[in-house]
């Protein structure tokens, strides 16, 4: 079956530390998308990308990175220089170029916590 | 800029009961409109998506919503709740049709009382 996967299900961060969050989807989707999701604040976009090897800032892009080598991998990194991680971080795609109006779907979420 | 406005942050309804989760929104062309669902540690599933045409769309698990250009509005509705219904709903603007991106409004928590 087709679908979204995100991967670690649970991750521990450490002071000073980078952890990236795996994304992969084979829906064979062009644009993929990473949200970050707080108690009472619904989503916040961090990241997107239309197409390999291009990807754009989102509402909160401060102290994350990504990249998008694959098209079915989006993988974001937490850097040390985002002071507040702990929250549930979303991964979505969508099908782009064959119908604007398709909507974004959704992998299952990483929990983010901070040691 | 555009807005997405869910004024109930937490709704309790009784099973059996009729259901409607208010979805206002600020946009100022015809907007793309959609309902996800949440189940707790879950990541989002479409309940449905309105574009065009038809103001009354059906969704999934007995799900609907109607758009209402006049109001800004797009509730969501079902008639009979059960108690698997019990979940986190967001309503969500796409911003445009090229980027994809979506705007969310905060959220409201359903409780089911049996």
């Known amino acids: 079956d087709g679908g979204i996967t995100q991967s670690p299900k649970y991750l521990f961060r450490k002071e000073g530390q980078n952890v990236t969050l795996s994304c992969e989807q084979n829906l064979n989707h062009d644009a993929m998308y990473w949200y970050r999701q707080d108690p009472g604040q619904g989503l916040r976009l961090i990241y997107y990308s239309q197409i390999v090897n291009d990807f754009q800032k989102g509402d909160i892009a401060e102290g994350y990175s990504v990249s998008r080598e694959k098209k079915e991998s989006f993988p974001l990194t937490v850097t040390s220089a985002q002071k507040n991680p702990t929250a549930f971080y979303l991964c979505?795609?969508?099908?782009?170029?064959?119908?604007?109006?398709?909507?974004?779907?959704f992998g299952d979420g990483t929990r983010l916590s901070i040691l | 800029a555009q807005s997405v406005t869910q004024p109930d942050i937490h709704i309790t309804v009784s099973e059996g009961a009729s259901l409607e989760l208010r979805c206002n929104y600020s946009?100022?062309?015809?907007?793309?409109l959609f309902w996800y669902v949440q189940s707790p540690g879950q990541g989002l599933q479409l309940l449905l998506k309105y574009f065009s045409g038809d103001t009354l769309v059906q969704g999934i698990k007995g799900f609907e919503a109607e758009f209402k250009r006049s109001q800004s509005s797009f509730n969501l509705r079902k008639p009979s709740v059960h108690w698997s219904d019990a979940a986190e709903y967001f309503c969500a603007v796409g911003e445009t049709s090229n980027t994809g991106k979506l705007i969310f409004g905060q959220g409201t928590t359903l409780q089911v009382k049996p």
């Open positions: 946009y100022g062309a015809t907007p793309y």
């Open positions: 979505a795609s969508r099908n782009h170029w064959r119908d604007p109006n398709q909507p974004q779907h």
